[in-house]
Nanobody
Framework: HVQLVESGGGSVQAGGSLRLSCVVSGFVNCMGWFRQAPGKEREGVAALHTRGGGKVYADSVKGRFTFSQGYNLQMNGLNPEDTAMYYC?????????????????????WGQGTQVTVS
């Protein structure tokens, strides 16, 4: 049974940075970060294949967000549109996969979320 705990959210001004951490108990090969703003659907932000190291980023965060030291998500150049609850999630993809999806429905284990507010 995989468990995940996020931390690192907070309030920052536009242009600022935050680093989100996700502690995962149990082995999985796909790990992703997702976010959900009020009134909006949950969307994928970044995904990491833990064995092959392949990383995928949503277009909206490319060049600003990056995986750092494992599952952590370094977020730079934050803007108000990044305000949301951020979640990390995992699932065990087929062994033939080398990249992980950004589709929330693929992920089965979720953390409780950490709030990011950019003003």
């Amino acid at each position: 049974h995989v468990q995940l705990v996020e931390s690192g959210g907070g309030s920052v001004q536009a242009g600022g940075s935050l680093r989100l951490s996700c502690v995962v108990s149990g082995f999985v090969n796909c790990m992703g970060w997702f976010r959900q703003a009020p009134g909006k659907e949950r969307e994928g932000v970044a995904a990491l294949h833990t064995r092959g190291g392949g990383k995928v980023y949503a277009d909206s965060v490319k060049g600003r967000f990056t995986f750092s030291q494992g599952y952590n998500l370094q977020m730079n150049g934050l803007n108000p549109e990044d305000t949301a609850m951020y979640y990390c999630a995992t699932f065990s993809a087929p062994l033939s996969n080398t990249r992980c999806p950004l589709t929330p429905d693929d992920y089965v284990a979720w953390g409780q979320g950490t709030q990011v507010t950019v003003s």
